[in-house]
């Protein structure tokens, strides 16, 4: 965190190659989380993410460092994702083609695909509150803070999210 406001403050004086550091530390773990809430695609997650971080070079002194540098750029992502998917994009959901044997697998790549398909059938809400709470490994406090939602809220969506995951993975292994 200390890393970060030091490039955030060299960056807020005007030094390009400070927020390119930033973008180069953060990038891979904004694009994930926006690939695990759009359930896999690729594009909008790299769509999104590039506009987050155009989004936060442009407002980057209204970053208060009351939290995380990766905290509020995962909100001005998720916001922007919501704007997104609420303009009419496209229906993320796809038909669930999951088989118990895809579930046991080991590679790392094939697990990562299995997580996406998986994610695909919960609500944005529920993606977003389960990858921060799992993937991103934040308490649901921080969540609250990310998206604004209310702490019990946070809590129902995450419940719901790993409730619907189970009987996915439980209807898969009666088939």
Same mark, same amino acid.
């Given at each position: 965190?200390?890393?970060?406001? $030091?490039?955030?403050?060299?960056?807020?004086?005007?030094?390009?190659?400070?927020?390119?550091?930033?973008?180069?530390?953060?990038?891979?773990?904004?694009?994930?989380?926006?690939?695990? &809430?759009?359930?896999?695609?690729?594009? $909008?997650?790299?769509?999104?993410?590039?506009?987050?971080?155009?989004?936060?070079?442009?407002?980057?002194?209204?970053?208060?460092?009351?939290?995380?540098?990766?905290?509020?750029? @995962?909100? $001005?992502?998720?916001?922007?994702? &919501?704007?997104?998917?609420?303009?009419?994009?496209?229906?993320?959901?796809?038909?669930?083609? &999951?088989?118990?044997?895809?579930?046991?697998? @080991?590679?790392?790549?094939?697990?990562?695909?299995?997580?996406? %398909? $998986?994610?695909? +059938?919960?609500?944005?809400?529920?993606?977003?509150?389960?990858?921060?709470?799992?993937?991103?490994?934040?308490?649901?406090?921080?969540? =609250?803070?990310? =998206?604004?939602?209310?702490?019990?809220?946070?809590?129902?969506?995450?419940?719901?999210? %790993?409730?619907?995951? +189970?009987?996915?993975?439980?209807?898969?292994?009666?088939?």
């Amino acid at each position: 965190m200390e890393r970060d406001r $030091l490039l955030i403050a060299r960056a807020l004086n005007g030094e390009q190659s400070a927020f390119s550091q930033l973008v180069a530390h953060h990038q891979s773990a904004l694009r994930q989380f926006l690939r695990r &809430i759009s359930a896999g695609d690729y594009a $909008l997650a790299d769509d999104v993410a590039q506009d987050s971080f155009m989004l936060a070079y442009q407002n980057l002194a209204q970053f208060k460092g009351t939290g995380s540098f990766a905290g509020w750029l @995962r909100r $001005l992502a998720y916001n922007r994702f &919501i704007r997104v998917v609420t303009t009419g994009a496209e229906k993320y959901e796809t038909p669930c083609d &999951i088989s118990w044997q895809q579930l046991e697998s @080991r590679d790392a790549v094939e697990a990562d695909i299995l997580a996406e %398909k $998986l994610m695909s +059938h919960l609500s944005v809400e529920e993606r977003l509150t389960l990858t921060l709470n799992c993937s991103e490994g934040m308490s649901h406090g921080e969540i =609250t803070e990310v =998206t604004g939602m209310p702490l019990g809220t946070v809590k129902s969506h995450i419940a719901r999210a %790993k409730r619907k995951l +189970h009987q996915i993975i439980d209807a898969e292994a009666v088939a």
